[in-house]
T-cell receptor, first 114, second 115 residues
Framework: DQQVKQNSPSLSVQEGRISILNCDYTNSMFDYFLWYKKYPAEGPTFLISISSIKDKNEDGRFTVFLNKSAKHLSLHIVPSQPGDSAVYFCAASSHSSNTGKLIFGQGTTLQVKP | NAGVMQNPRHLVRRRGQEARLRCSPMKGHSHVYWYRQLPEEGLKFMVYLQKENIIDESGMPKERFSAEFPKEGPSILRIQQVVRGDSAAYFC?????????????FGDGTRLSIL
């Protein structure tokens, strides 16, 4: 029962262009969404989050968009840099669960070519 | 200003042995989460603890796995009588008390290999 899905296992973009990573969820109780970036042999690093009361949150080169009716969120990275090459995970949680546990997607490997 | 500290980074055990994984949360954080990542998969929630309390263990296998977060010292994830299928990366995360919209911060994980 995969409640959070990242359907693209990999994405390759040219340096300077936009990277768009997508994520779909099925549980309508999810109300907090996060993106994490992970390098090999390291733990996930928090990038950006969004609450369900918003539809957009921006932090520097990173913007997360949330479409609640479609149960879809996306992460935009502009401009993409070679150092952005990593695995990106989206994650979701529900305040009503009272635990804060995160449900992760399978990840998308982003490669930014110089 | 240390982050979440996990040790050991790598652990090798033979089938039937016990594995103990340790996690020290970030300073000021009293919530600890354990996740497991199998190869080519995302992270899967295992257990959520606060000091001296297990709050949610819905993701923990019913047998052989246990977790604790004592009043003093790190959180421990214990796996008894390990099997090959326990080989994975185990990540610990922590968050501050009381605010569920604060992101969890992760350690670099323990890579457990079962021979």
């Amino acid at each position: 029962d995969q409640q959070v899905k990242q359907n693209s296992p990999s994405l390759s973009v040219q340096e300077g262009r936009i990277s768009i990573l997508n994520c779909d969820y099925t549980n309508s109780m999810f109300d907090y969404f996060l993106w994490y970036k992970k390098y090999p042999a390291e733990g996930p690093t928090f990038l950006i989050s969004i609450s369900s009361i918003k539809d957009k949150n921006e932090d520097g080169r990173f913007t997360v968009f949330l479409n609640k009716s479609a149960k879809h969120l996306s992460l935009h990275i502009v401009p993409s840099q070679p150092g952005d090459s990593a695995v990106y995970f989206c994650a979701a949680s529900s305040h009503s669960s009272n635990t804060g546990k995160l449900i992760f997607g399978q990840g998308t490997t982003l490669q930014v070519k110089p | 200003n240390a982050g979440v500290m996990q040790n050991p980074r790598h652990l090798v055990r033979r089938r039937g042995q016990e594995a103990r994984l340790r996690c020290s949360p970030m300073k000021g954080h009293s919530h600890v989460y354990w996740y497991r990542q199998l190869p080519e998969e995302g992270l899967k929630f295992m257990v959520y603890l606060q000091k001296e309390n297990i709050i949610d263990e819905s993701g923990m296998p019913k047998e052989r796995f246990s977790a604790e977060f004592p009043k003093e010292g790190p959180s421990i994830l214990r796996i008894q009588q390990v099997v090959r299928g326990d080989s994975a990366a185990y990540f610990c995360a922590s968050s501050p008390p009381g605010v569920s919209t604060q992101p969890q911060h992760f350690g670099d994980g323990t890579r457990l290999s079962i021979l």
